[in-house]
């Protein structure tokens, strides 16, 4: 089968554009993919952690993964930090990799703002260690949003760079994965703003593991604009179309059909799809964080070891191509 790479940074609770952009469109790549799904938890560091809140935040993303769908007798769920061989190629592909290229990465410029000179290197060097990510297991297949695809090209001229420093076409050129039409979620209080876990406002996104009254709440004071008609127009009125495409994602009606509505109806009707589809999903993960950590710590552990073999493999025959001794 073809091999499927991805993973999401542990670095607060999982919310709706974690779960519509990402976890959901993994579910079925299941059926017919070799699957490792990963917790980006050296990513996480690129940015000061605490340490406990981050090993709750492993588990607790570990536990949203499993109770969205991901199955670990189906596919490979582990930690990133649990696996050296990430770390270990990341140094080897940094040497192969231009600052000219990295410095082109519009996602540092976002992050760290005007703010760059104190930055630290992680920040700046991370999309080397996602490409290490993604390289490690010979990827076939990428799922990226619209946001990431500058990420794959440069994981692809990464991999290009290797093979021709090495005189062999080791690595394979991953290619995107678009599982389906899904739309890029965006913040309750800023329609041109991704939503986000590092965003101070709890109200700007869903949790996956708020309760009924607070997904209501949440929804009602979403922002939207002064015009009482429901249209979609992404450009002129971004927050209208974002909380339409959350309708869109979760339903599967086209925008076309729910354009129309009264906006006080609307907001009650998407209000209670994101309540049936997500408090189930909440109330799962709790019960795992809560009851059975134990469970989610064993799987992560078995997910290492399958994923260890594979990268251990990988990395003896990329460090004898680079001319090191094993």
């Given at each position: 089968?073809?091999?499927?790479?991805?993973?999401?940074?542990?670095?607060?609770?999982?919310?709706?554009?974690?779960?519509?952009?990402?976890?959901?469109?993994?579910?079925p790549l299941q059926n017919n993919h070799q699957c490792l799904f990963f917790l980006a938890d050296l990513h996480t560091i690129t940015v000061p952690q605490e340490p406990q809140h981050l090993r709750n935040n492993i588990i607790s993303t570990a536990a949203a993964y499993i109770a969205s769908g991901i199955?670990?007798?189906?596919?490979?769920?582990?930690?990133?930090?649990?696996?050296?061989?990430?770390?270990?190629?990341?140094?080897?592909?940094?040497?192969?990799?231009?600052?000219g290229w990295v410095e082109r990465m519009t996602q540092f410029k976002d992050k760290a703002g005007k703010e760059k000179e104190r930055a630290s290197l992680g920040l700046f060097s991370y999309p080397v260690l996602q490409a290490a990510d993604i390289l490690l297991y010979k990827a076939d297949f990428v799922p990226v949003g619209e946001d990431q695809r500058q990420h794959l090209e440069l994981t692809r001229d990464i991999a290009s760079s290797f093979n021709r420093n090495v005189n062999k076409d080791?690595?394979?050129?991953?290619?995107?994965l678009i599982t389906k039409e899904s739309a890029r979620i965006m913040s309750l209080r800023d329609g041109l703003?991704?939503?986000?876990?590092?965003?101070?406002?709890?109200?700007?996104?869903?949790?996956?593991?708020?309760?009924?009254d607070l997904i209501m709440q949440k929804i009602k004071k979403a922002k939207s604009d002064s015009n009482a008609e429901i249209f979609y127009d992404k450009e002129n009125r971004p927050e209208v179309s974002n909380l339409l495409d959350i309708y869109s994602s979760l339903t599967g009606n086209k925008t076309k059909k729910i354009e129309g509505k009264l906006f006080g109806q609307f907001k009650q009707d998407l209000a209670e799809i994101i309540i049936d589809k997500i408090t189930p999903l909440g109330k799962e993960i709790n019960n795992l964080c809560k009851n059975d950590s134990a469970y989610i710590i064993k799987i992560l552990k078995e997910g290492r070891e399958k994923a260890a073999s594979i990268a251990e493999t990988n990395i003896k025959e990329i460090k004898e191509l680079c001319g090191f001794i094993n």
């Open positions: 089968m073809k091999r499927v790479v991805s993973g999401i940074q542990p670095s607060g609770e999982m919310h709706l554009g974690n779960y519509l952009g990402a976890i959901n469109n993994w579910i199955d670990p007798s189906r596919s490979i769920l582990f930690s990133q930090s649990s696996i050296p061989q990430h770390a270990e190629l990341g140094w080897i592909l940094n040497c192969m990799t231009s600052m080791y690595f394979k050129l991953p290619e995107s703003k991704k939503m986000s876990k590092s965003d101070p406002s709890d109200f700007s996104r869903i949790n996956l593991t708020d309760d009924a």
